[in-house]
């Protein structure tokens, strides 16, 4: 923030948030990756029952895509915890501008 801008005016600390957006990343990273490990295991260590079993074509299909029906919800967190951490930052942003334009329109209005 400037230091044209009164740190009493804000109702939220800066630091924090910046903390709050940095974990939001960090956990959205370890998230997926856990969850891509996860998957590939998943599908190395069923891969032999796809062949030695005769299973019937619905649950064939299910086994292939169970692993990445696990991946695609864990892509969908990391996406959210990506737009959170973004949208952290914009409404900081807007806020700060806000402040800056509230400051100097404020005494055009006197």
């Known amino acids: 923030m400037s230091a044209e801008i009164d ?13 709050l957006s940095a974990w939001s990343i960090y956990l959205s990273w370890i998230i997926l990756i856990l969850v891509v490990i996860l998957t590939l295991f998943r599908l190395i260590s069923e891969a032999p029952y796809y062949f030695e079993q005769s299973l019937a074509p619905w ?11 696990t991946l695609a919800i864990g892509c969908f967190y990391f996406v959210v ?7 952290i930052n914009i409404w900081m ?17 006197l």
């Not at 942003?93 to 209005?109: F, P, R, V, Y």
């Open 59 to 69: 649950d064939a299909v299910s086994m292939i895509v169970s692993p990445f029906y």
């Open 81 to 87: 915890l990506q737009a959170v951490s973004e949208g």
């Open 7 to 19: 740190i009493l005016d804000t109702f939220h600390d800066p630091q924090k948030l910046i903390r």
């Open 93 to 109: 942003d807007i806020h700060e501008n806000t402040q800056i334009a509230h400051s100097q329109g404020a005494s055009d209005l």
